[in-house]
């Protein structure tokens, strides 16, 4: 079974803290994504990565940035975090070079900014 | 432009019942065409998806949907409801005629279903 980690279900920070949410699959998938999720907007693309060291922006950006460094992890990083970045986040990842693939999830990790 | 539509907010049904959670999409092109799970405080989990074939997909838990290209549509649907079954549904898509490896699915916004004993 494909395993998609993510390595901290709750946090609370500050305002202004810098935050990593980490991410560690086990499949060696190419791709991989960070989403958020928030009541009535369901989920949003922030960025993903399609290799190592590459990435792409998706529809919410702004306010975040990655890293992968090796192909099994995905880092989310909040460079200045903020109470609008309070929410549920969700790693995924799949394989490439076929558009039928399946996305793997994991747990989410939960946000609270204060 | 991709979209993904779930007209009901909310599904309720009761436990035995025939339950049905609606999608419909737009695409450009032929779709592939998800359905995932998400259990109170846990990630989604995948249950099917069509890729091209036979109309009627079977995935987990008993859950079968049918894809119909001339209503664009991809419901989702169990013979017998369990009130395990109360969760949050989610339908995407991705066009298959895009350029290259579109990585990228169109969610729809979830909808509630609750199964009541």
């Known amino acids: 079974d494909v395993k998609v980690t993510q390595s901290s279900r709750y946090l609370v920070k500050r305002t202004g803290e810098k935050v990593f949410l980490e991410c560690v699959q086990d499949?060696?998938?190419?791709?991989m994504f960070w989403y958020r999720q928030d009541p009535g907007l369901g989920l949003r693309l922030i960025y993903f990565?399609?290799?190592?060291?590459?990435?792409e922006k998706g529809d919410i950006p702004e306010g975040y940035s990655v890293s992968r460094e090796k192909k099994e992890r995905f880092s989310l990083i909040l460079e200045s975090a903020s109470t609008n970045q309070t929410s549920m986040y969700l790693c995924?990842?799949?394989?490439?070079?076929?558009?039928?693939?399946?996305?793997?999830f994991g747990e989410g990790s939960w946000l609270t900014v204060v | 432009a991709q979209s993904v539509a779930q007209p009901e907010d909310q599904v309720n049904v009761a436990e035995g019942n025939p339950l049905t959670v609606k999608c419909t999409y737009s695409?450009?092109?032929?779709?592939?065409l998800f359905w995932y799970v998400q259990y109170p405080n846990r990630g989604l989990q995948f249950l099917l998806k069509?890729?091209?074939?036979d109309n009627l997909v079977k995935g987990s838990y008993g859950f079968e949907a049918e894809f119909n290209k001339s209503q664009t549509s991809f419901h989702l649907k169990k013979p017998s409801a369990l009130v395990s079954d109360s969760a949050l549904y989610f339908c995407?898509?991705?066009?298959?005629?895009?350029?290259?490896?579109?990585?990228?699915?169109?969610w729809g916004l979830g909808t509630s279903l609750a199964v009541n004993p």
């Open positions: 995924a990842s799949s394989q490439t070079g076929y558009s039928g693939n399946t996305i793997y």
């Open positions: 499949m060696d998938h190419e791709n």
């Open positions: 990565s399609y290799d190592v060291k590459m990435k």
């Open positions: 695409v450009s092109g032929n779709p592939y």
């Open positions: 069509y890729i091209t074939g």
């Open positions: 995407a898509v991705r066009d298959k005629v895009k350029a290259g490896n579109n990585r990228k699915l169109i």
